[in-house]
Structure formats: structure tokens, C-alpha cells
């Protein structure tokens, strides 16, 4: 029995000097692969630096940013990614440090850690144990873009009604001078999480519609009913306003630039075709009429605030097309713009969006 102690013994420690070796030849192995990741970190971040350099200088090219603008930021993108090769480096540094002093077993890593031993309750039998310790070492999760993103949106054009049985053609109200506005703040969400081809727009904003009467005419309300009439004057400028806050929301198309890193993944919209389809809706804040002419030899200028049997609530479609930052942007009020009217009368409006 105790010549088979024995032979079990120098079996044991015949194994602790292989697996002994081997992890010496592992942790050699671990020190190449670390000093090779150094270059690959250098490589990787340049690359990085590359790609942010050629975006800057795409923006200097669309006139977006001035030069000082540019070389600002060039300079702060060179001293980010130089810091990153720093500190990347000296993690690097630093683990090569603890496997020389420590050993491999002393970092965590993919793979197998081995140990051999003989339990307490083992020995006493004269049993050899054995054990395999694994450790898997989880990957590194890619963190993707911000779902939500935020903006500011500013818009402005022609602006005009369409009337029952009549066509722009024949409108009541001047087209070039009758005009529309508007700014607000849009949020921006990914509908899907891991591609951005969609995307839900939404917001809060301050719209102004205006229409300029033709034939030197100017709104009356008579009762529950707003009639144009004839001026008894002549007017240098007649002008009819509705200021409105609305909830605008669309979902936005459009393909996306990707790009890549080891940890990460951007989306960027910028110069990227887009179309959003939506609507809005909201509440008629104020209502306001501006009249210009001459009486007596004196220039009259009179401010009329007043309800004007407007709708209180506006709801409507819109949609815009563009490319980049900028779109052609259409929008028409379901609600009439005048409650009880016989003959009904919805705002339309054309001109362009900028998306900031």
C-alpha cells in the first residue's frame, strides 16, 4: 500500500511540474499577446483619429464650421485619442507587469486556469484529486449610440387657406405675402435598437400663420361669423395672424453613416437623405389682426386682438423631404380656421425646414 503512495505521489508531482511548465510557456504567451495588443491600440486609434478628421473636414467643406472651428477641433480630437493610446497602453503596462511577477494564473482570462491537489479527507485513502478550473472571461459588451438625441428645428415659407370651391389660383389672400413660422425643440428616438433606418421625431413647438387679404379687404367678425370686407380706407398693409403651440410628431427614414470602434457604435445623420411623415396638434394661443393706413393726413396703425371665432384646437398633417440638416416641409390644418363658418377654410403651408 505504500509503495502505491509512493508511485501516486511522484505521479502528482511528475504532473505539477508539466502543468507548471506549461503555464510558464502560457504566461509567455499572455506577455506576447499583451505587447501585441500595444500595437494594435496605436493602429486602432489612429484609424480613429483618421476617420473623426475626415468628419471634420466634410463639415468645413459644407461650410457648417469655419477653419479656426476646424483646427480646433482637430487639435482636441488628436489630444483625446493620444490620451486614449496613453492610458490603454499602461493598462497594457501594467498586466504585463503583474505576469511577470505573479504569473499567469494571477489574471483573469480566457483560458483554462489548472490546478492539482490532494484533499484533506483524500490523503488519508491515499486518493489522488485532480481538478479543472475554467474561467471564461466575459466580453467586452459594445455600447451603442444614444437612443435619444435632441434638437432645435426652425422653419418658415409660404403660407395660405384652402377654401371650399376654390383653388389657390383664386385665393382671397395674397401668396407671397402671406407667410408662416415656426421653432421649437425636437427629441429624436431609434425605434428599433440596433439600426437607426427608423426613427420616431417629436416635440414642442411655437408655430405663427399669417394671411395678407387681397382687394384692400380686412377681416370683420359679425356674431359667430368672420367675414373679409372692404376697407373704407385704403390700406397699406392689412395682415391676419394665428400664433398656435403644437405637438408635432413624425416618423423620419433615411439611411444612416455608421461607424465602428472596438467598444462602440455612432450613428450620423448628416448629409443623409430623410423623410418624415406625421402631424401635429395643439391650441390656438392668440389671434391678432395688424391694419395700416392713412386718415386725414396721419398714418394709422391699429393692432386688433381678438378671438375672431378661430379654432381653439389645431391639429393637422405634415411632412418634410431633404438632405443633411435641410427639407422642403409641407403642412395642412384639418381643423378649420374658423369655428361655425359656412364656408370652411384650412391653413396650408409650404417652405423649408432646418433641422439644427
Known amino acids: 500500500m505504500k509503495t502505491l503512495i509512493t508511485i501516486a505521489t511522484l505521479m502528482a508531482m511528475t504532473l505539477c511540474v508539466q502543468f507548471s511548465n506549461a503555464q510558464e510557456d502560457s504566461g509567455s504567451n499572455k506577455i506576447e499577446n499583451l505587447k501585441a495588443q500595444k500595437e494594435n491600440i496605436i493602429t486602432t486609434e489612429k484609424d480613429a483619429l483618421k476617420k473623426e478628421v475626415e468628419a471634420i473636414n466634410g463639415q468645413l467643406d459644407a461650410n457648417k464650421i469655419t477653419i479656426e472651428e476646424a483646427q480646433k477641433l482637430k487639435e482636441e480630437a488628436a489630444k483625446i485619442h493620444a490620451l486614449n493610446i ?58 451603442y449610440d444614444r437612443r435619444t438625441t435632441s434638437g432645435l428645428v426652425v422653419a418658415f415659407g409660404l403660407n395660405n387657406a384652402i377654401v371650399d370651391g376654390q383653388s389657390l389660383d383664386d385665393s382671397d389672400y395674397k401668396i407671397a405675402g402671406s407667410r408662416f413660422f415656426e421653432i421649437g425643440w425636437f427629441w429624436k428616438t431609434r425605434v428599433f435598437r440596433n439600426t437607426n433606418f427608423l426613427r420616431l421625431k417629436y416635440g414642442i413647438s411655437y408655430t405663427s400663420n399669417g394671411l395678407k387679404p387681397t382687394n384692400n379687404r380686412f377681416f370683420v367678425e359679425n356674431g359667430n361669423q368672420t367675414e373679409l ?99 422642403l416641409y409641407a403642412k395642412y390644418d384639418l381643423s378649420p380656421i374658423f369655428r361655425n363658418a359656412e364656408i370652411d377654410q384650412n391653413n396650408v403651408s409650404l417652405g423649408l425646414r432646418f433641422d439644427l
Open 229 to 327: 370686407e372692404e376697407f373704407p380706407l385704403e390700406l397699406n398693409k392689412s395682415k391676419f395672424r394665428m400664433d398656435n403651440i403644437v405637438v408635432p410628431v413624425h416618423f423620419e427614414f433615411g439611411p444612416s453613416r455608421v461607424r465602428e470602434t472596438e467598444r462602440s457604435i455612432r450613428y450620423y445623420t448628416g448629409r443623409k437623405f430623410r423623410i418624415g411623415l406625421g402631424g401635429y396638434v395643439g391650441a390656438n394661443i392668440s389671434t391678432r389682426q395688424k391694419l395700416k393706413y392713412r386718415e386725414n393726413g396721419d398714418r394709422v396703425k391699429d393692432k386688433i386682438k381678438r378671438d375672431y371665432n378661430t379654432s381653439d384646437l389645431v391639429y393637422g398633417l405634415s411632412t418634410y423631404v431633404g438632405f443633411g440638416d435641410v427639407s
Open 86 to 143: 496613453e492610458n490603454r497602453i499602461a493598462i497594457i503596462d501594467n498586466k504585463i507587469a503583474l505576469l511577470e511577477r505573479n504569473g499567469s494564473e494571477y489574471l483573469n482570462s480566457k483560458d483554462p486556469e489548472i490546478w492539482i491537489g490532494i484533499g484533506a479527507k483524500d490523503r488519508e485513502e491515499g486518493d489522488l484529486l485532480f481538478g479543472v478550473k475554467v474561467n471564461t472571461g466575459a466580453e467586452p459588451k459594445i455600447k
